[in-house]
């Protein structure tokens, strides 16, 4: 999970879902909609990163009906701000030692 | 959006960026509730051990009493308590959510900001206004129940702009000022468990949530 080199956390690799969990560091609850528009990204390809955001038990999903409705959104749990703030630390420190 | 990151320059950029672009959330401090709560509980203590003197000034809040030089002079030094104890727990919650923005390298003084100041005060002031009624009406009775509610539902108010944490933290005390009401003589226990201890508690959470 871990990149022994340098620290990085491999389910970070992807900066798409750095993006993903900078949005949902800064706010609450952010909806599949809004986090699209943000990032830019075809259906398919948010849902395969936040699949696999979930799967980690970074995030959580919650579906909902607003009147008829679906409307699906994301949470960071409490151990995905702790990886996060990691990962951002772990960044600090290979930029401060280049 | 190139997806393998092994710039992480870049990944700052991009973490910095979003996080602006998406944040309907003004980020404040955990530290500005707990340093509101230790405000209030200075306050409080101040009140009961000094202002009050148990033993020498009965509290009792039906303070029907016609306005003598005593009654009047502990109203005046409780609602400068009460004043003091409220300016430095603003300043205090502004200059550690201040200060928190400035380490995430966000503005703290935007849009969002003043939306949120707007609806916070617009209870608020309200609730005081009410409040100095009750104080001429010689309703004070009430007062702790009263400033408590106002608070609560200004909270709420506010709260949509911020974390959730303010919204729990409004009901809280909406639910403590009512019991204020009911359980009348007991206002400044109310007061201290209302604007300190829940300050503190809810001022904890939002730390580890968001900070540590």
């Not at chain 1, 955001?53 to 999903?61: A, P, T």
Request: charged share 15%; with cysteine.
């Amino acid at each position: 999970m871990k990149n022994p080199i340098s620290n990085l956390l491999k389910v970070f690799e992807s900066r798409i879902r750095l993006g993903i969990m900078s949005a949902l560091m800064v706010n609450d609850t952010v909806d599949f909609n809004a986090l699209k528009e943000l990032l830019g990204l075809t259906d398919g390809n948010l849902a395969s990163h936040l699949k696999a955001l979930e799967q980690q038990e970074i995030i959580l999903v919650s579906k909902q009906f607003i009147g008829r409705k679906p409307s699906t959104t994301y949470k960071a749990t409490d151990r995905g701000r702790d990886l996060f703030r990691k990962q951002l630390a772990a960044l600090e420190k290979l930029i401060n030692n280049q | 959006m190139k997806t393998n990151s092994t710039n992480p320059k870049e990944d700052l950029q991009t973490i910095r960026e979003i996080m602006e672009r998406s944040s309907k959330y003004l980020s404040l401090s955990g530290l500005s509730g707990i340093f509101a709560g230790a405000c209030a509980l200075i306050g409080a203590a101040i009140a009961w051990f000094y202002i009050l003197d148990p033993g020498h000034v009965p509290y009792d809040e039906y303070m029907q009493i016609p306005l003598d030089w005593t009654t009047s002079g502990i109203r005046f030094y409780l609602a400068l308590d009460a004043i003091l104890v409220s300016g430095f727990a603003a300043l205090g919650a502004i200059y550690f959510s201040q200060r928190k923005a400035r380490k995430a390298g966000q503005q703290f003084w935007t849009n969002l900001t003043q939306r949120l100041l707007v609806h916070l005060m617009i209870p608020l002031v309200s609730g005081g206004i009410f409040t100095l009624i009750l104080v001429f009406r010689n309703n004070l009775e009430l007062v702790a129940s009263v400033m408590l509610i106002f608070y609560g539902l200004s909270l709420v108010n506010a709260g949509k702009f911020t974390f959730s944490e303010i919204h729990y933290l409004g009901l809280t005390e909406i639910v403590l000022g009512i019991l204020a009401g009911v359980f009348i003589n007991h206002g400044l226990l109310f007061w201290t468990l209302g604007f300190g201890l829940m300050h503190i508690v809810y001022g904890t959470v939002m730390y580890y949530r968001h900070e540590r």
